[in-house]
């Protein structure tokens, strides 16, 4: 139903209009082989276990799980997920003049208050038949997630669709992120300055830099994505959706005091919770 070069509508409203991701539009199969995606999945799961793996102890993992693989292969499929070891490494490369890291601004910062600190990272999300990447931005006072997107590739338009629906809601004091090529890219860090947002990056291979979304991760690893075996990306789409929802607005979390991350970050009374949209919030 999507017309790419319509002179009416953009690909953007006409999917707007469906309810369809635009991610969706341009999906393509991974290419990879049926062992090759379960390897990524396992490789997924142990990097979220112990980040500290890098491609040389990835591979003897998987060797000792009974997976005839060698580094070489471990370390294709790590670098296609995103996925590096999170420990510091040697300064053996440049980045292009294109991009710019900024100092780490958290460190011994008490945060106090909704958009004060946003921070975002990506994780991989596994398919049938193949996987995509999802990127969320969170204000870290609230643990509320401000927005995301769900992406085929690592892109980088799929995060700069995330900032701005992010500040489109408003603006932070300070953003922070790891130093991952689509966040120091010149593109993502210019809407911030312009802004006048501070912009903040991880120490390389700092995981804990980033920790309150590496826990969100886990959540919803453990909880949704891998408890079920999601057949297309549409489906994938929908039951991360319904997940964030519960995550903003209807689970209590114990650190804010059993508040709802929605009622910390506009705050708000606790709101009264019925049955059907408990229910609701399922499907």
Known sequence: MIESGSDLLSVRQQCNLLEVPRSM???????????????????????LLDPSFGSPRMTQILLRLGYQVNIKRIARLMRKMGIRARYPAPKTSQKGSEHQVFPYLLK???????DQVWATDITYIPVEGGFFYLVVIMDLHSRYILAWELSNSLEIQ?????LDSALSR?????FNSDQGAQFTSSKFVDKL??????????????????????????SLKYEEVYAF???????AYKRIENWI???NEIRPHQ??????????????????????RLRNSFF
């Not at 408003?170 to 300070?174: A, H, N, R």
């Not at 075996?229 to 489906?235: L, M, W």
């Not at 650190?255 to 059907?276: H, I, M, R, V």
């Open 170 to 174: 408003s603006t932070p004091e300070i």
């Open 193 to 218: 300055l312009d802004k006048d947002v501070q912009v903040s990056h991880d120490g390389k291979g700092r995981f804990l830099d980033n920790i309150f979304v590496e826990r969100l991760w886990r």
């Open 255 to 276: 650190s804010l005091n059993y508040a709802t991350p929605k009622e910390t970050y506009f705050g708000l009374p606790q709101q009264k919770l019925t049955l059907s």
């Open 245 to 247: 929802f519960r995550y």
């Open 25 to 47: 539009i341009y999906y393509q199969a991974s290419g990879e082989s049926s062992l090759n995606l379960e390897l990524m999945r396992l490789i997924d799961e142990i990097h």
């Open 108 to 114: 011994g910062l008490d945060i106090i208050r909704s």
């Open 158 to 162: 799929f995060c700069l669709d995330a």
């Open 229 to 235: 075996c999601y057949q297309s990306g549409t489906e």
